[in-house]
């Protein structure tokens, strides 16, 4: 049993992709200032008399979030709107690849100089180049709601190796993930506790969450309240900000809606992550306001771009995107 998770997650994934070694991968440390992000969030919240908003609470009230297309956006899923912001990495240690000699040698008789590295040697190579960068805003919110005494818990269908490459890559996501305010739920944990629910249905202490594991018993779109606690030893969440069209229905159906801010993962440049998190502060200090609707959450015209003075964040490419992230949720 204790393989299931593992195995299952074999299952919704891409067959024809390899996993990179490890030691191949870039792990160059890669930021950007945060400082103009977090000062806007201090100065939008202070005007409100937020500051101290859930550190006066004798247990933390606790926020979940999505990882893919909603904190972390990827060129892959947004296409056009992907637009040429920025230039990414390669990814690689290009030093740790081998050589193909001989496209090397084609290639500078043609005219172009420069190493060829061997796709035979390095399977993965063939995999599509995804850039990924943080949704602008977001994660300098996140970080000032954390301070202000807020539990934030990340869940994603990422394997936990890919959590942990991200931790490498983005020095300043690995902070925030640290402390007794953050946790994370990988796609590993998510697989665990959502098999228990579906082979125990008993198992399942809330209501809602139970209709909402009965409706998708294998599910890894059913991150319920009852399943992100389980996950993550913590209380059932407050609130869920996801992109999954997939999670609406579920959480619709199970009567679970006012736990769910449905937003949309475009608006890639936009101050759409600060709408969306002002939003989810609103829907938490009154859960009956911004209830989840049919729809994602719209980006009205003036988050249309972002605060002058915040910056968009580096475009980093994802080798492990392929390999670690489901590309379907049922298992």
Same mark, same amino acid.
């Given at each position: 049993?204790?393989?299931?998770?593992?195995?299952?997650?074999?299952?919704?994934?891409?067959?024809?992709?390899?996993?990179?070694?490890?030691?191949?991968?870039?792990?160059?440390?890669?930021?950007?200032?945060?400082?103009?992000?977090?000062?806007?969030?201090?100065?939008?919240?202070?005007?409100?008399?937020?500051?101290?908003?859930?550190?006066?609470?004798?247990?933390?009230?606790?926020?979940?979030?999505?990882?893919?297309?909603?904190?972390?956006?990827?060129?892959?899923?947004?296409?056009?709107?992907?637009?040429?912001?920025? =230039?990414?990495?390669? %990814?690689?240690?290009?030093?740790? #690849?081998?050589? &193909?000699?001989?496209? +090397?040698?084609? $290639?500078?008789?043609?005219?172009?100089?420069?190493?060829?590295?061997?796709?035979?040697?390095?399977?993965?190579?063939?995999?599509?180049?995804?850039?990924?960068?943080?949704?602008?805003?977001?994660?300098?919110?996140?970080?000032?709601?954390?301070?202000?005494?807020?539990?934030?818990?990340?869940?994603?269908?990422?394997?936990?190796?890919?959590?942990?490459?991200?931790?490498?890559?983005?020095?300043?996501?690995?902070?925030?993930?640290?402390?007794?305010?953050?946790?994370?739920?990988?796609?590993?944990?998510?697989?665990?506790?959502?098999?228990?629910?579906?082979?125990?249905?008993?198992?399942?202490?809330?209501?809602?969450?139970?209709?909402?594991?009965?409706?998708?018993?294998?599910?890894?779109?059913?991150?319920?309240?009852?399943?992100? =606690?389980?996950?993550? %030893?913590?209380?059932?969440?407050? #609130?869920?900000? &996801?992109?999954?069209? +997939?999670?609406? $229905?579920?959480?619709?159906?199970?009567?679970?809606?006012?736990?769910?801010?449905?937003?949309?993962?475009?608006?890639?440049?936009?101050?759409?992550?600060?709408?969306?998190?002002?939003?989810?502060?609103?829907?938490?200090?009154?859960?009956?306001?911004?209830?989840?609707?049919?729809?994602?959450?719209?980006?009205?015209?003036?988050?249309?771009?972002?605060?002058?003075?915040?910056?968009?964040?580096?475009?980093?490419?994802?080798?492990?995107?392929?390999?670690?992230?489901?590309?379907?949720?049922?298992?």
């Amino acid at each position: 049993m204790e393989s299931s998770p593992a195995i299952l997650l074999q299952a919704i994934r891409r067959a024809t992709t390899t996993r990179p070694e490890w030691n191949l991968l870039d792990l160059t440390p890669v930021g950007w200032d945060l400082k103009p992000g977090r000062q806007y969030w201090r100065e939008c919240w202070g005007a409100r008399g937020w500051e101290t908003l859930f550190a006066d609470k004798s247990q933390p009230t606790w926020l979940a979030i999505d990882l893919d297309d909603t904190l972390l956006m990827g060129s892959f899923t947004l296409g056009d709107e992907w637009g040429g912001m920025g =230039g990414g990495l390669d %990814g690689f240690d290009r030093q740790m #690849l081998e050589t &193909d000699w001989l496209a +090397t040698a084609r $290639r500078v008789l043609l005219g172009p100089t420069g190493r060829v590295f061997s796709r035979k040697k390095h399977p993965f190579l063939h995999h599509p180049k995804v850039e990924i960068a943080f949704r602008p805003g977001l994660l300098e919110g996140l970080i000032e709601l954390k301070n202000a005494g807020l539990g934030i818990v990340l869940v994603t269908a990422s394997a936990g190796e890919r959590v942990n490459w991200l931790r490498k890559r983005f020095p300043d996501f690995s902070e925030f993930l640290s402390g007794d305010l953050a946790r994370v739920v990988s796609a590993e944990a998510m697989v665990a506790v959502t098999l228990a629910a579906a082979l125990d249905p008993h198992s399942v202490e809330d209501p809602a969450s139970a209709r909402a594991h009965a409706l998708r018993p294998r599910s890894l779109a059913a991150k319920t309240p009852w399943a992100v =606690g389980k996950a993550a %030893g913590i209380p059932p969440y407050e #609130l869920l900000i &996801d992109d999954s069209s +997939t999670t609406d $229905r579920i959480f619709f159906e199970a009567g679970l809606s006012d736990r769910l801010l449905f937003i949309e993962g475009r608006h890639p440049w936009s101050g759409y992550g600060i709408h969306v998190l002002d939003t989810a502060v609103q829907k938490l200090l009154d859960p009956r306001a911004h209830s989840a609707i049919a729809v994602p959450l719209p980006c009205p015209a003036e988050f249309s771009k972002l605060p002058d003075g915040i910056p968009i964040p580096p475009k980093v490419q994802d080798p492990l995107y392929y390999p670690l992230l489901h590309y379907k949720d049922q298992f």
